[in-house]
């Protein structure tokens, strides 16, 4: 027992040093940045930060997002329509309407993303906010522009389908709502141009069929005559500059 006691003071320093040493061990260890950890091959780790992961998905979605929330739905349906009531099956090419549409669609949105762009993009490339809070403070300008556009009745239709309150000001209605209640609107108002653009290019087809059909030419369809005189109207009528500026007065 006698021999125990200096025994047992000779060693307790080293254990306090030893668990001192080990808890300094466990402070100073290098941790990953908060993120998405991973583990690959070979035992290989590492942490990608939630930044990064918001950003790729972003650009995943992104041609989702340009149909959703810009006007290029209603650009490009009109365009189809305006090609079929023409009765040119492949001109313009697909490509070129496509691009056409593109433009006027960064023509219409560059007033809202240079908003997104102060309220959102700027203090994220500062580091006062992370991605998540840039998303939140780049949405009002978007639901703005989607909202003045999005039809009331749809707008309650979507409303009534997620069972949420009537909100009280505009800038309460999700964004859950606001998307397909404008890509409904969107859809609608494409459908209603094409159509009154259809109109008189149809008016053309039945008289030219029934002239064709009053002199006895069965053998001739009446699509080989209507279709040059249809577009000799268009180009005299300068038509692309007066359907590109109605187009952009609808979003005025």
């Keep these: ?111 809202v993303g240079a908003s997104i762009y102060q309220a959102a993009v700027l203090p994220f490339q500062q580091g006062k906010v992370d991605a998540l809070e840039a998303i939140e403070q780049g949405a009002p300008p978007l639901r703005h522009f989607m909202l003045k556009y999005a039809r009331e009745k749809d707008l309650a239709l979507f409303l009534e389908l997620s069972q949420s309150p009537r909100p009280a000001r505009a800038e309460d209605v999700p964004m859950r709502v606001v998307v397909p209640a404008y890509i409904l609107s969107e859809l609608k108002t494409g459908f209603q141009i094409g159509v009154a653009l259809f109109l008189p290019f149809l008016v053309i087809d039945l008289v030219v069929a029934a002239v064709t059909t009053s002199i006895g030419m069965m053998q001739l369809p009446p699509v080989i005559i209507s279709t040059p005189l249809k577009i000799l109207l268009f180009v005299m009528v300068d038509g692309w500059n007066l359907l590109v500026g109605s187009l952009m007065k609808s979003f005025a």
Excluded at 48 to 73: C, D, G, K, Q, R
Excluded at 88 to 103: E, M
């Design 1 to 111: 027992m006698l021999m125990g006691i200096p025994l047992a003071r000779a060693l307790a320093p080293a254990i306090v040093f030893s668990r001192i040493e080990i808890i300094a061990t466990w402070i100073l260890r290098p941790r990953h940045a908060s993120g998405l950890n991973w583990t690959g091959a070979g035992g290989a780790s590492g942490s990608v930060p939630w930044n990064i992961v918001v950003l790729l998905t972003l650009l995943t979605l992104l041609p989702a997002l340009l149909v959703a929330v810009t006007p290029f739905t209603r650009l490009l349906i009109v365009f189809h329509f305006l090609r079929q009531a023409l009765g040119t099956q492949t001109a313009p090419s697909n490509q070129t309407l496509i691009g056409l549409a593109l433009v006027l669609t960064y023509f219409l949105m560059q007033p």
